[in-house]
């Protein structure tokens, strides 16, 4: 007859090879590991609007967790930002960095490097390779008109942290001038636009500018427009060749990440066998409580990303108030 101790020692063994009492559940899988909890938000408008924090998959329909994003994050990387929220570089940086926590290795490129900066760029990556400022000092951040470098830093910290060239994606000012004022060719030249995608950009570019933007440079600047989302796809590829990955990521504004006219457009032409995932920030509104709502934020009936990722508003500030000052002002 066992003894009380062997049956216990057979017991326990019998459980943990999966052979318990009948009814008893199988062996238990091994947890996920838990994400880092997201860092508290900057902005402070709307933090309890119930929309922020969530991300809505417009492929899957619905609101998916963190988790979700996480794994769609192969190919072409576009993360898209309003540039004045400090959020939208936190949760930019906190997805560069699960990619490269997940054994990823992708080149990042930035809008906000212009092409005669790169190689400044990548000399001060070089020769501190653990310290955004120094990049910024290289290519004089301070005067180029983008928010403070504070609020960027996560995600060139992120970015340098993988270890690949900085990529930069944008057009000299003599370049757009040129383009905009004679419709001067830019190589890659930009894919086409249907008749629906060119009416919408045109219409944005109106938008954004207060209905102040004469008529004869509309067409102008959308030429502009899509000369720059032809470069920042151009630079991906290239890079991404160049360094022999199967990833890059595009740091932008959420207009350039929009799948329907902005770069993913001009990847499909330039690298389609590569997949294209857009994610984009997007500050929520009182009284919009539906992902749905924001479609005509971006001047169309069908959200024009994979993934959009909420979160409070940093402004409420009236983009056009100094256009209407102006127009008091004239004699």
Known sequence: MRSASALLVALSLGLAA????????GPVAPREAELPPLPAWQA?????HPLVGRVWSTREGRFVDERALRA???GHVLLGEK??????????ARLLGAMRASGRSPVVAFEMLALADEERARSAQRASPSEPDAVARAVSWERSGWPAFSMYAP???EALAIGR???ATGLAPDTMRAIVRDGAATTPAPVPLGDAETTSLREELVAS??????????EGMSRAQRARDATMADAMVRAARAERVDDAVLVAGAGHVRKDRGVPRDLAALDPARPVVSVTMVEVERDKLEAAAYAPRWNTSALPFDFLWFTPRASDD????????TSRTRP
């Open 18 to 25: 999966g052979c318990g009492p009948r009814g008893a559940a």
């Open 44 to 48: 402070s408008l709307d933090r309890a």
């Open 72 to 74: 769609s994050l192969r």
């Open 83 to 92: 540039h004045d929220n400090p959020d939208h570089h936190a949760l930019q």
């Open 155 to 157: 995600v060139f910290r």
């Open 165 to 167: 060239p900085l990529v």
């Open 209 to 218: 500018h207060c209905g102040h933007l004469p008529e004869a440079m509309v």
């Open 318 to 325: 009236d983009p056009c108030a100094s256009f209407r000052r």
